[in-house]
């Protein structure tokens, strides 16, 4: 145990060391304000305040671990050795900047409370983070101060045996679309058509036609091949799928179709099952629970784990809606526009909700790429994608974090825009179930 004396011990404080010692570096940790206590400690200690008490291990802390709510700050960017850092700690601190202050701000998205510009989708873009203007996005930097926290540890108590984490993947499929055209209804079959014959898309029509009189299979039921290789690999594969009512950005089947409904509860044989809530309910909290009991009259068991439509979620009131409707794991955490770490860790932390001052019990997992990221927006090809995958599996390895990654059904079908892209996620879960660099 690592036992740290502060001049107050607030949430902040308590949430954002228990992150680092406990959860990423397997150290338990306690608090006290005593400075009698602290002096009386045999074991590991350090302090973290405006000055310490003598030679011990000392990190100046910065204020934002003792204020409340979020306000606007001004973080310089600098270097600790060859990795990015803010809130400079001075020479007097045994290191040179507050980590653990840089850390609470970068993984509670403290920035995303603050004044920006939405996107069309109303959603925080990454260019606007700090992690994307100072070019460490690629980079679970919070993972990585921690484990070079540990090795100054180390060094000041060599006889301390600590164990890692180890270095984990899972697999998270999101089924937007879980057929292109069947058990669509009549309107949607036949606007479907006209849309294709307009544009004089032959080959789609002829695909169509094939698809709906059961001469072949409809492109996007890529469900055996996912289970498949989800065994072959012994892979960690999570579903979330959308049960929405039909709009204009939710265009599933109607989750009234038996087909639908029997993939589903097929899906729960075979791998963990979740709600990917739809579009509109970012702040309706009450479609939210609509959808997330119509998954759950489907499954017939309680749905714990979630990934907003769109990526789209508010900060907090997303997330507050969720741990109302009593979900539990959260995978929304991730940009749509580039790969990544938006709240610059690889590891699974839980939401610090600084509207009420306290840890809640949603455990956020941050997922590091997805499918349509790399294709659409970054414009990359399959072999450039598995290339930019590889690293960043890498560099999550190299803190033994957790490695997520996002696909859609649809992308393994190799079909219309994902041409070229059929033995993409096969490849993928090689190259991330590996050990190897």
Not at 101 to 114: G, P, Q, V
Not at 303 to 326: G, M, V
Not at 352 to 367: N, R, V
Request: with cysteine; hydrophobic share 40%.
């Amino acid at each position: 145990m690592i036992l740290v004396y502060t001049h107050k011990i607030t949430p902040r404080v308590r949430y954002i060391f228990k992150h680092i010692f406990t959860r990423i570096l397997q150290i338990p940790v306690d608090f006290t304000s005593t400075i009698e206590k602290f002096v009386a400690h045999n074991g590991m200690k350090m302090t973290y305040s405006k000055a310490p008490l003598g030679n011990e291990f000392f990190v100046k802390s910065s204020n934002l671990l003792f204020e409340q709510g979020a306000n606007d700050i001004d973080i310089t960017v600098q270097k600790w050795e060859e990795t990015p850092c803010f809130f400079s700690a001075g020479t007097k601190s045994t290191i040179p900047f507050d980590i653990f202050a840089a850390s609470f701000y970068l993984i509670t998205r403290y920035e995303e409370y603050l004044p920006h510009v939405k996107d069309v989708h109303g959603r925080f873009t990454a260019e606007q983070s700090i992690a994307f203007k100072h070019q460490f996005i690629e980079k679970p930097v919070v993972d990585i101060w921690a484990l070079k926290l540990l090795e100054i540890v180390k060094e000041k108590y060599p006889d301390y045996q600590t164990s890692s984490r180890k270095y984990a993947y899972i697999s998270t499929i999101d089924v937007d679309n879980a057929f292109a055209y069947k058990h669509k209804n009549l309107l949607r079959t036949f606007g479907g058509l006209l849309k294709d014959f307009s544009k004089f898309k032959v080959f789609d029509i002829w695909n169509r036609f094939a698809v709906l009189v059961n001469l072949k299979k409809d492109p996007f039921f890529t469900f055996d091949k996912i289970i498949s290789l989800k065994k072959e690999q012994a892979v960690r594969t999570i579903f979330f799928f959308l049960v929405a009512d039909y709009t204009t950005f939710d265009t599933n089947v109607s989750a009234a179709k038996s087909k639908f409904r029997l993939l589903i509860k097929d899906m729960v044989d075979y791998a963990r099952v979740g709600l990917h809530p739809s579009y509109f309910t970012m702040k309706d909290s009450a479609l939210l629970k609509k959808e997330k009991e119509r998954l759950e009259n489907i499954t017939n068991m309680p749905i714990k784990r979630s990934r907003q439509h769109y990526l789209r979620f508010n900060l907090p009131e997303t997330y507050q809606h969720l741990i109302d409707l009593e979900i539990e794991e959260d995978y929304s955490m991730g940009y749509a526009s580039t790969v990544g770490f938006r709240a610059s860790t690889s590891i699974p932390f839980y939401f610090y909700d600084l509207d009420f001052e306290i840890q809640t019990p949603l455990k956020i997992f941050p997922f590091a790429l997805m499918d349509t990221t790399l294709n659409d927006y970054m414009k990359l090809t399959p072999k450039q994608s598995l290339g930019r995958i590889r690293d960043l599996k890498n560099e999550v390895k190299a803190v033994n974090g957790t490695f997520i990654t996002l696909f859609h059904n649809e992308s393994l079908s190799g079909y219309l825009r994902w041409n070229g892209w059929s033995r993409v996620y096969e490849t993928m879960l090689k190259i991330c179930k590996s050990t190897d660099d």
